[in-house]
């Protein structure tokens, strides 16, 4: 099946936003950043990794924006790589998470020399894949998975990722999903979000 006939967007929707504005990253920077500073809780994707992963665990931040799951990783002693579309937002990881490597890149074409123990995949990234791009996507994480390790994604099931057609690229991609909650901090799987926890089929 073509990836054009697969459902999702036609083209990725982090490039057609910046088109439409291409302050669209710096303001995606600065958004996290006052959240913190106005003393948000920005950290419970990242804390449920940390207890999930061994200590100096290697840890992938696929879709890693600006940094702020990444770097909080790397300061609990994980040697973390992240990934991101945006040259901008790995700017601002590097300039802010210096603990980690940043890498600028497109999770379809994934292809970096190590495997992993824990993928993390959070912040809606996966909705953010066009059609074409959900099936690679996912593939090439299941490819970067040490034999052992995990793929944990989280999206809103309200964004145009239907749970159903998310088990299904998951499983084309090479995946199976062991285990599904409805939120961060784990609590029962639910129509609204998709905390999903996955390992090579």
Request: glycine share 12%.
């Amino acid at each position: 099946m073509s990836g054009s006939s697969l459902p999702g967007p036609a083209e990725n929707l982090w490039d057609a936003a910046v088109r439409r504005d291409p302050q669209h990253a710096h303001h995606h920077a600065e958004r996290w950043q006052r959240l913190e500073a106005a003393g948000q809780d920005i950290h419970g994707e990242a804390r449920l990794l940390d207890a999930m992963a061994g200590r100096g665990a290697r840890v992938l931040d696929a879709g890693c924006g600006s940094g702020r799951l990444g770097g909080y990783l790397a300061r609990a002693g994980h040697t973390v790589t992240g990934v991101d579309l945006d040259p901008h937002l790995i700017e601002v990881a590097r300039a802010e998470h210096p603990g980690a490597r940043w890498e600028v890149g497109n999770l379809a074409a994934l292809d970096l020399p190590e495997r992993f123990d824990l993928i993390a995949c959070a912040g809606n990234v996966l909705t953010f894949l066009s059609a074409a791009e959900r099936r690679p996507a996912l593939a090439r994480l299941a490819a970067h998975l040490a034999p052992e390790g995990r793929l944990v994604v989280g999206f809103g099931l309200d964004r145009g990722y239907a749970a159903g057609d998310f088990m299904a690229d998951a499983a084309a991609g090479g995946l199976r999903l062991s285990q599904r909650f409805g939120t961060w901090d784990l609590l029962p799987a639910h129509d609204d979000f998709l905390v999903g926890i996955l390992t090579r089929a």
